[in-house]
């Protein structure tokens, strides 16, 4: 990763720059939310010097903007391959890149070091916007759509100056202007509350939970050509339904959010019908490529032609995504959003489990496998295979965000049975579940497992860092044996 030696499109040392900032800010958003974890249990670790609500919206942000990154470094990377050349105004990213890093470096420095004071109109320009997920300043928040226009320009025309619109660039294409428009959703205040989380959580879900479930979708179905040379014709009709699904589970489902702001019964019904089908379409597009690629080596051990896996690191981590999607947004979503039990969960650690699993199951699994794909083209690998750092990494970053998830939905089932069905919900009802048993024990599990976490982490960093030349030198050495 730590060299571009073998890519000839700019467009992809370009995307090598950005994986490098969303695995830093990747390992700052695992140290945030350890530190907020530890301040759960231990409410003086760091007293005056750190504050909760710090580390909380450092870790929340930080996984937001390594996602982002990782997302458009992931875009420069597939645009040589789908469209068969250059990114258009390739010069203009780069140093839209640059401005977005010196950008976020600053955000960060305020966040961490200037959180006290009076609050007032200046303060929401140059602080923090004070809205919950979308605390940047507004002055970041301009910024952003600045650089997104700009990485929009660039891929928007370089597809209108391709001779070849595959199925997956026409998707990226139309969702990528979707993801943009979105954003600005987020940008506006209203003085009614429930007015302003209605616009609010067109940005927390449907720009999340819509445009980047599609957004997936393209990646992984780019990435299942490159490493299994899957069917373009399979890959494309799954993501052609993930985007019809779009505008039932993903606008739709978007309902769920809505039972307790005021709007109409009607979306108690809508909400929770079709928030869990987003999964559904990615996970079928896996197993019918995988189904097919089976047939293939079933062909080929009665003698006819095989695919081997071209990079088991990311195919690993595709696998990852497709089920971890269906568990986390699919699964754990879904069994606390209907109304009739989300009148009990809502504002619970059940939500808190949701939401790390999917965010990790959904978009980190197949980030983290683009990025391997990335390190494959760098070194300019044939085949690349895993390493005992891999394997570690795979392992206990799984098993340490299942455990947080598990952990927190017992956590949340506390809540549930004794501050909610049993003291009705109020104040003295909080702070006694906060100090019982199960709760307790289930935070610290927490804890326990986002050690672990980040120890898996540590494996990752340190085998994208070092996989490529590992592996380069093998396969040389191969060769040079075999001549």
């Not at 739709?252 to 929770?272: D, K, M, Q, R, V």
Request: hydrophobic share 55%; glycine share 10%; aromatic share 16%.
């Amino acid at each position: 990763m730590l060299i571009n030696g073998q890519l000839k499109y700019e467009s992809q040392k370009l995307a090598m720059n950005y994986f490098r900032v969303a695995l830093v800010l990747f390992g700052a958003q695992l140290l945030m939310g350890l530190i907020a974890a530890i301040q759960f249990l231990y409410p003086g670790f760091l007293f005056e010097l750190f504050d909760f609500s710090v580390a909380r919206m450092v870790h929340i942000n930080a996984l937001v903007v390594w996602m982002l990154y990782a997302m458009i470094g992931s875009v420069y990377y597939m645009i040589p391959d789908e469209t068969g050349h250059e990114a258009v105004g390739i010069a203009l990213g780069k140093l839209a890149f640059w401005i977005l890093t010196a950008a976020v470096a600053v955000v960060v420095l305020v966040y961490i070091f200037i959180q006290v004071g009076s609050g007032s109109e200046s303060t929401i320009w140059f602080i923090n916007e004070g809205r919950e997920y979308l605390e940047a300043p507004r002055w970041a928040d301009i910024g952003i759509v600045a650089v997104v226009l700009v990485f929009y320009y660039n891929v928007f025309f370089t597809y209108l100056k391709s001779e070849k619109k595959t199925g997956i660039m026409t998707v990226m294409v139309a969702n990528l202007f979707a993801l943009a428009g979105l954003y600005l959703c987020g940008m506006f205040f209203t003085d009614n509350i429930s007015m302003d989380q209605y616009w609010w959580w067109w940005v927390i879900h449907l720009w999340v939970e819509a445009t980047w479930e599609v957004f997936v979708g393209t990646l992984a179905a780019y990435a299942l050509i490159k490493i299994l040379d899957a069917k373009r014709e399979i890959v494309e009709m799954w993501l052609w339904i993930e985007v019809l699904m779009l505008f039932g589970s993903g606008i739709l489902g978007l309902g769920h959010h809505y039972f307790w702001i005021g709007t109409p019964e009607y979306w108690w019904e809508i909400g929770a019908l079709f928030s869990a089908l987003e999964p559904v379409p990615l996970v079928a597009m896996f197993v019918h490529v995988l189904y097919d690629w089976g047939k293939e080596q079933g062909h080929a051990e009665a003698g006819g032609a095989g695919t081997a896996v071209k990079n088991s690191p990311a195919m690993a981590w595709i696998a990852s995504n497709a089920f971890g999607n269906f568990l986390g947004a699919g699964i754990w979503g879904f069994f606390h959003t209907l109304p009739q039990v989300n009148i009990y969960t809502h504002g619970t650690q059940f939500t808190a489990a949701h939401g790390h699993l999917a965010f990790f199951g959904a978009y980190a699994t197949i980030l983290i496998g683009m990025m391997y794909l990335g390190v494959q083209g760098a070194y300019g690998i044939k085949k690349m295979t895993m390493t005992f750092k891999t394997k570690m990494s795979l392992f206990l970053i799984i098993f340490g965000v299942l455990g947080m998830a598990v952990a927190l939905t017992i956590a949340g089932y506390e809540q549930v049975l004794v501050e909610r069905a049993d003291l009705g919900g109020g104040w003295d009802a909080f702070f006694i579940a906060q100090e019982l048993p199960w709760y307790v024990q289930a935070q610290a599990w927490r804890l326990v497992m986002g050690i672990v976490t980040l120890v898996g982490f540590v494996y990752l960093a340190w085998d994208l860092l070092t996989i490529g030349q590992e592996v380069s030198q093998k396969e040389s050495e191969s060769v040079a044996a075999a001549a």
